[in-house]
T-cell receptor
Framework: EAGVAQSPRYKIIEKRQSVAFWCNPI?????LYWYQQILGQGPKLLIQ????????DSQLPKDRFSAERLKGVDSTLKIQPAKLEDSAVYLC?????????????FGPGTRLLVL | AQSVTQLGSHVSVSEGALVLLRCNYS??????LFWYVQYPNQGLQLLLK??????LVKGINGFEAEFKKSETSFHLTKPSAHMSDAAEYFCAVSAANTGNQFYFGTGTSLTVIP
């Protein structure tokens, strides 16, 4: 079974530029998550999708971040315009319904550096 | 709401020594608890999870964790550290009443000294 795929793996941009990240979840996983992981911290949830609907985006900075999952499979996360403090690893995870707590499976992440 | 506290942002052990990484949780409802490991430049890999079936949970790579409700703890242990265990470890909590959202701790960096 293929894992969660993310691209690109690394991205360097200048502040005020825009950037987009792509995620393809594990096949059959209805729930998809985007996390931001700042160096030295644990992952922080940005947005959670159930199929193509948003379950929670309360921590997504909506003035600059946007995300979509149009066909309920892969997803893109966009930052426009980027700020220096957006430098972080962006992790995508997916899960499926199961008894006793859903396990989230993570992709390798996209490491973003904003100069 | 749920939260997790990981005591000790850095832990060093000698190769062959006991590994103990601490995690305390807060939850108003029965929690699900997870330990993940993150190697450099990689995503998070599940080590083990607690789902109320058994208080002592065995995971991959020789790790195990014990759920102690009275202490609200879910500490991760391994009897004998290997060099390959050097990584960042994250504890996370979720619950059915919050849409199975994960709340992560700040992580513990494990160094193994040869």
């Amino acid at each position: 079974e293929a894992g969660v795929a993310q691209s690109p793996r690394y991205k360097i941009i200048e502040k005020r530029q825009s950037v987009a990240f792509w995620c393809n979840p594990i096949s059959g996983h209805a729930t998809l998550y985007w996390y931001q992981q700042i160096l030295g911290q644990g992952p922080k949830l940005l947005i959670q999708f159930q199929n193509n609907g948003v379950v929670d985006d309360s921590q997504l900075p909506k003035d600059r971040f946007s995300a979509e999952r149009l066909k309920g499979v892969d997803s893109t996360l966009k930052i426009q315009p980027a700020k220096l403090e957006d430098s972080a690893v962006y992790l995508c995870a997916s899960s499926r319904p199961q008894q006793g707590g859903e396990t989230q499976y993570f992709g390798p992440g996209t490491r973003l550096l904003v100069l | 709401a749920q939260s997790v506290t990981q005591l000790g942002s850095h832990v060093s052990v000698s190769e062959g020594a006991l590994v103990l990484l601490r995690c305390n949780y807060s939850s108003s409802v029965p929690p699900y608890l997870f330990w993940y490991v993150q190697y450099p430049n990689q995503g998070l890999q599940l080590l083990l999870k607690y789902t109320s079936a058994a208080t002592l949970v065995k995971g991959i790579n020789g790790f195990e964790a014990e759920f102690k409700k009275s202490e609200t703890s879910f500490h991760l242990t391994k009897p004998s550290a290997h060099m390959s265990d050097a990584a960042e470890y994250f504890c996370a909590v979720s619950a059915a009443n919050t849409g199975n959202q994960f709340y992560f701790g700040t992580g513990t960096s494990l160094t193994v000294i040869p």
